[in-house]
């Protein structure tokens, strides 16, 4: 149902692009990480018609996106921070969350297989 790209190594202050293709139209696309021994916590969302949502830890720093020709959504990720690294996950919603259910993984339909974000100092 997704297929998630994009991950890699950075240093301190540089970029990465994840991209997710979902394979169906779906309401809203997310962004979730996990760290090791942590839980899977929410980064940004972004529905299909409009609105964006960030965690107060990325705000600033990372954007989500689509590219509807493409069929294609992004997180792009600037001012990379050592505690940005971890595996991040797209999800895809195709019912349609409200805000507040946003940010527990549970409320998600569909899920990309991860792809690993490691951020050096």
């Known amino acids: 149902q997704l297929q998630a790209s994009g991950g890699g190594s950075v240093q301190v202050g540089g970029s990465l692009r994840l991209s997710c293709a979902p394979s169906?139209?779906?309401?809203?696309m997310g962004w979730f990480r996990q760290a090791p021994g942590k839980e899977r916590e929410f980064v940004a969302a972004?529905?299909?018609?409009?609105?964006?949502y960030y965690a107060d830890s990325v705000k600033g720093r990372f954007t989500i996106s689509r590219d509807a020709a493409k069929k294609t959504w992004y997180l792009q990720m600037n001012s990379l921070k050592p505690e940005d690294t971890a595996v991040y996950y797209c999800a895809a919603d195709v019912r349609g969350l409200i805000v507040s259910s946003m940010t527990s993984p549970r409320q998600w339909d569909y899920w990309g297989q991860g792809t690993q974000v490691t951020v050096s100092s």
């Open positions: 972004k529905r299909w018609t409009a609105g964006e």
């Open positions: 169906g139209r779906i309401s809203t």
